[in-house]
C-alpha cells in the first residue's frame, strides 16, 4: 500500500480493553517540516513525569522513521514505569516497522520522516505481553487511519450524537 505522503499524517487508534488498553496517537512528517520541529522540540523539552524518547527495537537500533514516543501518563510507579518504556516502547517500535513493512510507510522514504506517537499506558496495567501487544497494534492502525485519511469526516458526522469512549458515555440527550 504504498502512498504520497501529504506533509503530514495524522493517526489515532485505540485497541484493547480494561488497564492493558493501548491508545495512540501518530504525527507522521518529513524532517524538513512542521513535524520535524514538534518533533525536535518535544524531545528537548521533558518535564516531570513526561520524557520524550526515542523507540528502538533494541538498544542502539531505533524504529524507522525516527520515532519519538511521548508517554500521555505521567510514571508513577516502577511497574508503569518498565511497562511505559519496556512493553509498551516495544510494541511502538514493532507496530512502526509492520507499518514499514506493509507499506503504510514508504521504506524509501524513513530517513526523511519523523514520526510523533503519543502512548497511553494505563498505571494500572500489569501485563506487559498484553501491553505490548495492544500498543503494536495500536501504532499501526494509527499510522495506517493517517496514511488513508481514516476517519472519513462522514463517518465522524454520523457519530456525533452518540459519543462514546472508555471513559464516558452520555445518558440520553444532552
Known sequence: ???DLTPMQIGESFIGDGAEAAHVNTVLGYRSGPAGTAWATALATPRAGH???VAVLRPGLPAK???LFVNKAAVDSETH???TWGAAQAGVAA???DAVAEGV???AETDELVLIAAVWVNPKAADAD???ANNREATRSALRAGATGRPLVQDALAARHAPTNPFYTPS???
Open 172 to 174: 440520553g440527550d444532552v
Open 130 to 132: 498484553l501491553v505490548y
Open 81 to 83: 514505569a518498565d511497562l
Open 51 to 53: 520524557v520524550p524518547f
Open 65 to 67: 522513521p525516527a520515532t
Open 95 to 97: 507496530g512502526v516497522m
Open 105 to 107: 510507510v514508504a521504506e
Open 1 to 3: 500500500m504504498t502512498h
